[in-house]
């Protein structure tokens, strides 16, 4: 997600979504009575109430007064409130809902940026990127991308002619099947070459048909094929890669990813817990827990579940987590938001939400 502009001490951030992921992230960022301005379409009746009367869309710029914010499995994010600003013919507090995709922007102001909010804000934006190689091809044209936290970067490009020049040399006639396997050899050598100089975790192969899948038939190295996973795209060109970013394969993978890294740090922190009692159980868990050892300034880590978060909010309790992570983070502390909706932030979730790894066994630990 790109920070666009960001005044957080008046309370307003402007943002771009890159992904189908940092609308959930952004989400997770908007309360109710937040006020959200972005562009949107708004119907507009033509003829007055007669039964003839026709509707026209029109895209507007409003504010409006949140009263929700969810995603949908579309890979939209779905904000509903009420109008308190926009063009004048559009009543104040009329019920409208404004959509964002990846790529729109989004005006958010607060009255109060919580310690919550800012490292929801900080691991949205600064977070590790997934290691994740682009690819798209056809017969005898390949384009490969590495994947940026904005955007990607294009790596290199493969042509077929490279091939048939090659074969020719050799003395050997046209493309035929021996092209293509001169040609998707020297594709997996590149890709060999890539891995081996930096390490991905995911190759993404797109092509228009079925190229994507001969090529995947063709690769032996079961470390590259087993990184492999397929998407469809309407050209092998570079503009591809556009589309490739928006295509769900691409989405899942790195929702994938984020879900691998956020359970892996919530075992770290169970093993630990495991020891309790142990001379090297280090760890706390519950809000009482990890306040204590937070007021200690003992924590070197704290996971804390998007459900508990809300839960503190519909609580009135949001101000005493947000004084324990703000003490934890002046400690020196990393401060993890963990997804609910896996298997590690449910697990986080079975032992009150909220956890922390401590630099020394507590006393009452």
Same mark, same amino acid.
């Given at each position: 997600?790109?920070?666009?502009?960001?005044?957080?001490?008046?309370?307003?951030?402007?943002?771009?979504?890159?992904?189908?992921?940092?609308?959930?992230?952004?989400?997770?960022?908007?309360?109710?009575?937040?006020?959200?301005?972005?562009?949107?379409? #708004?119907?507009?009746?033509?003829?007055?109430?007669?039964?003839?009367?026709?509707?026209?869309? #029109?895209?507007?710029?409003?504010?409006?007064?949140?009263?929700?914010?969810?995603?949908?499995?579309?890979?939209?994010?779905?904000?509903?409130?009420?109008?308190?600003?926009?063009?004048?013919?559009?009543?104040?507090?009329?019920?409208?809902?404004?959509?964002?995709?990846?790529?729109?922007?989004?005006?958010?102001?607060?009255?109060?940026?919580?310690?919550?909010?800012?490292?929801?804000?900080?691991?949205?934006?600064?977070?590790?990127?997934?290691?994740?190689?682009?690819?798209?091809?056809?017969?005898?044209?390949?384009?490969? &991308?590495?994947?940026?936290?904005?955007?990607?970067?294009?790596?290199?490009?493969?042509?077929?002619?490279?091939?048939?020049?090659?074969?020719?040399?050799?003395?050997?006639?046209?493309?035929?099947?021996?092209?293509?396997?001169?040609?998707?050899?020297?594709?997996?050598?590149?890709?060999?070459?890539?891995?081996?100089?930096?390490?991905?975790?995911?190759?993404?192969?797109?092509?228009?048909?079925?190229?994507?899948?001969?090529?995947?038939?063709?690769?032996?190295?079961?470390?590259? !094929?087993?990184?492999?996973?397929? !998407?469809?795209?309407?050209?092998?060109? #570079?503009?591809?890669?556009?589309?490739?970013?928006?295509?769900?394969?691409?989405?899942?993978?790195?929702?994938?990813?984020?879900?691998?890294?956020?359970?892996?740090?919530?075992?770290?922190?169970? &093993?630990?817990?495991?020891?309790?009692?142990?001379?090297?159980?280090? &760890?706390?868990?519950?809000?009482?827990?990890?306040?204590?050892?937070?007021?200690?300034? &003992?924590?070197?880590?704290?996971?804390?579940?998007? !459900?508990?978060?809300?839960?503190?909010?519909?609580?009135?309790?949001?101000?005493?987590?947000?004084?324990?992570?703000?003490?934890?983070?002046?400690?020196?502390?990393?401060?993890?938001?963990?997804?609910?909706?896996?298997?590690?932030?449910?697990?986080?979730?079975?032992?009150?939400?909220? !956890?922390?790894?401590?630099?020394?066994?507590?006393?009452?630990?």
């Amino acid at each position: 997600m790109r920070i666009l502009h960001s005044d957080l001490r008046n309370g307003e951030l402007v943002v771009s979504p890159d992904h189908a992921d940092d609308l959930w992230e952004l989400s997770t960022l908007i309360d109710p009575d937040d006020l959200v301005k972005g562009k949107t379409v #708004r119907k507009i009746k033509l003829g007055g109430d007669s039964e003839r009367a026709g509707v026209a869309k #029109r895209a507007v710029t409003l504010t409006i007064q949140v009263e929700k914010a969810e995603c949908t499995s579309s890979s939209e994010l779905r904000i509903s409130g009420w109008v308190v600003d926009g063009p004048e013919d559009i009543p104040r507090g009329a019920h409208h809902t404004i959509t964002v995709e990846p790529h729109d922007k989004l005006t958010l102001q607060k009255p109060v940026w919580t310690a919550i909010h800012q490292r929801k804000l900080e691991q949205a934006t600064q977070g590790e990127q997934a290691r994740v190689l682009l690819c798209v091809m056809d017969r005898d044209e390949a384009h490969v &991308a590495r994947l940026k936290k904005r955007g990607y970067e294009v790596v290199f490009s493969l042509h077929g002619d490279v091939a048939k020049k090659r074969e020719e040399s050799r003395g050997e006639k046209g493309r035929g099947e021996k092209g293509e396997g001169t040609f998707y050899h020297d594709l997996l050598r590149s890709l060999q070459e890539l891995d081996s100089q930096s390490p991905v975790d995911m190759i993404i192969v797109a092509s228009p048909a079925f190229w994507k899948e001969d090529f995947k038939k063709s690769v032996k190295d079961d470390k590259i !094929a087993k990184k492999m996973t397929l !998407a469809t795209v309407s050209s092998s060109d #570079r503009t591809a890669f556009n589309e490739l970013l928006k295509r769900q394969e691409v989405q899942t993978v790195l929702h994938q990813d984020r879900t691998s890294k956020e359970m892996a740090l919530v075992d770290s922190v169970m &093993a630990e817990l495991g020891k309790r009692g142990e001379a090297g159980g280090n &760890a706390v868990y519950g809000f009482l827990d990890v306040q204590h050892a937070s007021e200690a300034g &003992a924590l070197r880590m704290v996971v804390v579940s998007d !459900a508990f978060i809300k839960t503190a909010r519909e609580q009135k309790k949001d101000k005493a987590l947000d004084e324990v992570l703000r003490q934890a983070e002046a400690g020196r502390a990393e401060i993890h938001i963990i997804s609910s909706d896996h298997d590690g932030g449910r697990r986080l979730d079975g032992i009150g939400g909220i !956890a922390g790894v401590t630099r020394y066994k507590l006393e009452n630990g």
